[in-house]
Every structure is written in structure tokens, then in C-alpha cells.
């Protein structure tokens, strides 16, 4: 079956550094999403990822291995308006996008 | 109007009753689809129409019906609703396939008891 895994919940605190993990099985794979999803409000796309490697984009950056079947997402200069879910999805080899249940992510002052 | 929008923000229904909720988009993306989100799940797909005519059915179809008569309509139908149906109801599109952004609406709050 196709599967993507990450954690439910992480808490950090503001001005610092987290790491996202996203691991995934899937029947092929063409390509993975970063959506960000305050609480109330629909998703939002932050990256996509196609090739290995990271790629920066502001604060955020996003990193995939698809040897491993591994992606993450790392936001720096954590603000209190980063705290929200991170959802990772992937595009299957039919071309529909297969999505992770999410990390809640709360910070701290 | 500007990207998507949906219709209505939030419904209490009486199980057994139909319902249908609206999407509409103004960027001429030739795919949508049809999401509900619950708490501790993934965004699961209903149905999705890959061009103007064209529907499929996603993860979890049974209860729904969708039409795309044109680029910039794709309704979605309870025919007979169910408590299970309980949900928040994303509505999205994309230009292209699933390789491409997909742009939300705002979401309906669907409560049906």
C-alpha cells in the first residue's frame, strides 16, 4: 500500500530551528509537496521537491532523497505565525498526490 | 472573485437529506478535486475531474457525485447524507496533473447528524 509517515506533533521555540520529517512508500514517485495549513484555513503550498537535494526558499527549505524515500522540512527563524500543520504529499506514478496526516507544530516564546 | 471559492462556509444537515456543495474558480485550471479533511487523517480524495467533462473517482467516493459541466464549476452532491459524512470539504484545482500546485478553497464545515 502507499504510505507517508510524519511525526503528529512537534513543539519548538521562537527564533530557533526545526526539522520536519516526511517519509513515504509509494507505487513510483513524481514528485513531493510541502503545504502549510494554519488551524481554520486550507492548505497552502510552501515547496516541491523533484529532484534530490534541498531547496531554499526564504526561511523555509526543503530536502529530498528519494534513494531513501525521505524528505524534510526545515524552517529557520522560527515566528509565532509559523505555528500551524505542515502537510508532506506525494505524487504518485498515476499522477495523484498521496498526503501525510500532518505536523501539528507549536511554538513557544 | 479571485482563485476559489466555496459554498456554503458551514451546514448542519439531518441525515438523509441531499446537499450539494459549490466550487467555483476563476483561474482556468483544467483540474479540481474534491477533499475531505478529518481530524487526525490525511486530506482523502473524493473525486477529481482532470478537464471540463472528464470526472474519476478518488480514495473514497461512496456517498458523493460530482458533474464538471464547464471549466469553472465542480459541485459536489450528498445524495443521502450520513453522520460518517461529517467533515470539512476542500475543493481544489491545479493546471495540470498531479505534478502540479494544487490552490485551495477556504473549506466547508459540513456537520450532519
Known amino acids: 500500500g502507499q504510505n507517508i509517515d510524519q511525526p503528529t506533533e512537534m513543539t519548538a521555540t521562537e527564533g530557533a530551528i526545526v526539522q520536519i520529517n516526511c517519509t513515504y512508500q509509494?507505487?513510483?514517485?513524481?514528485?513531493l509537496f510541502w503545504y502549510q495549513q494554519h488551524a481554520g484555513e486550507a492548505p497552502t503550498f510552501l515547496s516541491y521537491?523533484?529532484l534530490d537535494g534541498l531547496e531554499e526558499k526564504g526561511r523555509f527549505s526543503s530536502f529530498l532523497s528519494r534513494s531513501k524515500g525521505y524528505s524534510y522540512l526545515l524552517l529557520k527563524e522560527l515566528q509565532m505565525k509559523d505555528s500551524a500543520s505542515y502537510l508532506c504529499?506525494?505524487?504518485?506514478?498515476?499522477?495523484?498526490?498521496?498526503w501525510g496526516a500532518g505536523t501539528k507544530l507549536i511554538i513557544k516564546p | 472573485i479571485a482563485g476559489i471559492t466555496q459554498a456554503p462556509t458551514s451546514q448542519i444537515l439531518a441525515a438523509g437529506r441531499r446537499m450539494t456543495l459549490r466550487c467555483t474558480q476563476d483561474?482556468?485550471?483544467?483540474?479540481m478535486y474534491w477533499y475531505r479533511q478529518d481530524l487526525g487523517l490525511g486530506l482523502r480524495l473524493i473525486h477529481y475531474?482532470?478537464?471540463?467533462?472528464?470526472?474519476g473517482k478518488g480514495e473514497v467516493p461512496d456517498g458523493y457525485s460530482v458533474s464538471r459541466a464547464n471549466t469553472d464549476d465542480f459541485p459536489l452532491t450528498l445524495a443521502s447524507a450520513v453522520p460518517s459524512q461529517t467533515s470539512v470539504y476542500f475543493c481544489?484545482?491545479?493546471?495540470?496533473?498531479?505534478?502540479?500546485?494544487?490552490?485551495f478553497g477556504p473549506g466547508t464545515r459540513l456537520t450532519v447528524l
Open positions: 481544489a484545482s491545479s493546471d495540470g496533473g498531479g505534478e502540479d500546485t494544487q490552490y
Open positions: 483561474m482556468r485550471h483544467n483540474a
Open positions: 475531474s482532470n478537464t471540463a467533462g472528464t470526472t
Open positions: 509509494t507505487s513510483g514517485f513524481n514528485g
Open positions: 521537491n523533484v
Open positions: 504529499a506525494v505524487t504518485d506514478s498515476n499522477y495523484q498526490l498521496i
